[in-house]
């Protein structure tokens, strides 16, 4: 495909390392030179509706006014200082804030500036939690199959072990326990029994509460969470919900936490926390964990901080996005979009090659048979006018919430038109 860029394109192409991409083989990269809405201009002036609103963090679609005069003034004032030492009034709103609207009674905010890197302050907050009350046994963690919680080492050892990678880092990646989701009777005795035998060397448990994003898409129900808490709170284990990817009403409700009617210990959240616009994460610990921290003893500090930690202008750009969704109708509009891509992908179950379709809040997924060509159905997407990006055998759609319907039509479209093609 060509695409006519300015010289910085050709320039800068044979530079750069692109994620989770086998280079040689793969399609050049779409030159963007503009975002606006749901639309991603580029270079050539074509214009593409974002079916996946930038792995699902622009909720507000991009460049929303209200948080880039937010952004601005927060630049003119004070872009970044270190939070070592100092403070700034956008993070500790911005705590303030995560701790009540985060259901649970969280009380404390560790800010980071990746999902990986809140996960792993949160499995680090775990171990040390023992450490810090003498239990020198408990280090490691129970995942699940199908999880996504990350790309370093720490986090990619808690993911699916195919996904994960485990096989081929293998001796390198931190050993951990994987589980099946105990989704129905029968795993729910294995895990209860998986759970009992390794319990004494356990930290905690970490899942992605209602749906598992990257690893798959897949979902699962309230009833399964509360299993988990309940076997935690049995044997004495932490859980940790990693939000990264339902946080801030992409599953229907404004936490997935929420809706399961479970609390974790620690949470994370990052993604769509600053609505897209700036990089940040935050780890919440409930009262009971953070007071494991609270001693005499200065090796019972948690050691960590990021350089950019509390960045101000992230903090400023995520208290925009709560103000919007304070003042804007997010969750109705979340369930606007629920409804339109569950009868907008219907179509997709006739065909024979689609194994599954299924749609929880504004996620919309169609899950093929077989894999299929990637390159093959993103370069049908661009043609169709809509930037979608399939992995694995999972065709997806997370837009931002503020979509309009005939654009949730035309992706709908897209994806049934390009499905019913590949028979
Ligand atoms: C994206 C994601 C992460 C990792 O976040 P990064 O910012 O890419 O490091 C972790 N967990 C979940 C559930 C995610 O969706």
Redesign the pocket.
């Known amino acids: 495909m060509a695409h006519k860029a300015d010289a910085w394109f050709d320039t800068g192409l044979d530079h750069i390392w692109r994620p989770y991409c086998q280079m040689k083989l793969a399609d050049p990269p779409l030159p963007v030179v503009a975002t606006q809405g749901t639309r991603i201009k580029l270079a050539d002036g074509r214009e593409l509706i974002d079916g996946i609103a930038s ?1 699902w963090t622009a909720c507000h679609g991009y460049n929303h006014p209200y948080i880039a005069a937010t952004v601005s003034e927060q630049l003119r004032v004070m872009p970044h200082v270190m939070f070592g030492d100092l403070v700034h009034e956008q993070a500790l709103r911005l705590a303030a804030r995560l701790c009540a609207i985060v259901p649970g009674g969280f009380e404390r905010a560790f800010f980071s500036d ?4 809140s ?1 792993e302050v949160a499995m680090k907050m775990a171990v040390q939690f023992w450490l810090n009350k003498g239990v020198g046994t408990r280090r490691k963690f129970l995942a699940f199959k199908g999880a ?4 370093t080492f720490a ?1 990619m050892a808690v993911c699916d072990p195919e996904e994960g990678m485990h096989s081929l880092f293998k001796g390198v990646l931190p050993q951990n326990i994987i589980a099946d989701l105990p989704r129905d009777v029968e795993t729910r005795g294995l895990f209860e029994a998986l759970v009992a035998r390794h319990a004494d060397e356990l930290a905690g448990i970490i899942v ?1 509460p209602l749906v598992q ?2 690893g798959g898409m897949l979902f699962h129900e309230p009833a399964v969470l509360q299993h988990i808490r309940s076997l935690a709170d049995k044997h004495d284990l932490l859980v940790i919900f ?1 939000e ?3 946080g801030f009403g992409r599953t229907g409700t404004m936490f997935a936490t929420q809706a399961a009617e479970v609390t974790p210990d620690i949470i ?1 959240l ?2 769509a926390l600053t609505g897209g616009t700036m ?1 940040l ?1 935050a780890t919440l610990a409930q009262k009971h964990v953070f007071d494991a921290f609270w001693s005499d003893d200065p090796a019972h500090a948690l050691m960590h901080g990021p350089t950019f930690m509390a960045n101000a202008l992230a903090c400023a750009a995520a208290n925009a996005s709560l103000d919007l969704f304070e003042s804007e109708p997010r969750l109705a509009q979340v369930a606007a979009i629920e409804a339109a891509l569950t009868e907008g992908l219907a179509p997709c179950r006739e065909f024979g090659h689609v194994s599954d379709v299924r749609v929880k809040g504004a996620i919309g997924v169609v899950e093929l048979a077989n894999p299929f060509d990637l390159d093959a159905l993103k370069r049908r997407f661009v043609e169709l006018g809509v930037f979608v990006r399939p992995f694995g055998r999972i065709i997806y759609l997370t837009p931002a919430f503020t979509i309009e319907q005939e654009e949730l039509q035309q992706l709908s479209y897209a994806v049934v038109k390009t499905v019913s093609k590949m028979e």
């Open positions: 792995w990746s999902g990986s890197v996960v996504y919680h990350g790309d986090t992605e994003g990257a990693d990264i990817f339902t994370c990052s993604k990089p994460a």
